[in-house]
């Protein structure tokens, strides 16, 4: 069945990058997604990635796919105290449009 | 920028007695979605809402659970008869067509007791 894991957790220092990775297991997802939670708030919608693309960059934000892996991951630049929430990645299948979250990583960024 | 509404942020309710979530989605948007969120764990997809009825539902959703769109704005989510383990963080989502993302409201937590 469809399953998305992340890591539970990430540190890192103010002014470094982060790494938030995400692995899936439905091989025919066409669109895969990263949403952020700060506490006590919704979802909001970080970035999208349609599954025939292996990078998109959206200023601070890079989305890197490898679909052979089933791999998808977000890199923030110059990381802030502002961006610690928790990380969610979610897929849809083909054929549906119902969202597969992950766990959710939760990062914290510390000053 | 438009967004999705859920009232009220937080319900609480003795088991055994009806619920109503409210949503009011984005006024363009045509596909409409609830989520849960049980503390701690994943959110997990409840219900897809299309052209006045529903279109894909989850294990979860079953006929304690019913969805509507009364008006041209509301979208709703009844729990007729709650129970202990129906406490969550409740989510609405929607989105206009073809594949654009869903957006989602701040949701609505449920404490039953």
């Known amino acids: 069945g469809e399953d998305v894991e992340q890591s539970l957790f990430l540190s890192v220092r103010e002014g470094d990058s982060s790494v938030i990775n995400c692995t899936y297991t439905?091989?025919?997802?066409?669109?895969l997604y990263w949403y952020k939670q700060e506490p006590g708030a919704g979802l909001q919608l970080l970035t999208y990635i349609f599954s025939n693309m292996d990078m998109k960059q959206d200023q601070r934000l890079t989305v890197l796919l490898n679909k052979k892996d089933k791999h998808l991951s977000l890199r923030i630049a110059d990381t802030q105290t502002g961006d610690s929430a928790i990380y969610f990645c979610a897929e849809t299948a083909s054929g549906t449009y119902k969202y597969i979250f992950g766990t959710g990583t939760r990062l914290k960024v510390l000053a | 920028e438009p967004e999705v509404t859920q009232t009220p942020s937080h319900q609480v309710t003795q088991m055994g007695q009806e619920v109503i979530l409210r949503c009011v989605p984005i006024s363009n948007h045509l596909y409409f979605y609830w989520y849960r969120q049980i503390l701690g764990q994943k959110v997990e997809f409840l219900v897809s809402f299309y052209n006045n009825e529903i279109s894909e539902k989850s294990e979860i959703f079953d006929d304690q659970f019913s969805v509507e769109r009364p008006d041209g704005s509301n979208f709703t989510l009844k729990i007729r008869s709650t129970k202990l383990e129906d406490s969550a963080m409740y989510f609405c989502?929607?989105?206009?067509?073809?594949?654009?993302?869903?957006?989602f409201g701040d949701g609505t937590r449920l404490s039953i007791l």
């Open positions: 989502a929607s989105r206009t067509s073809g594949n654009q993302p869903q957006h």
């Open positions: 439905d091989s025919s997802s066409t669109y």
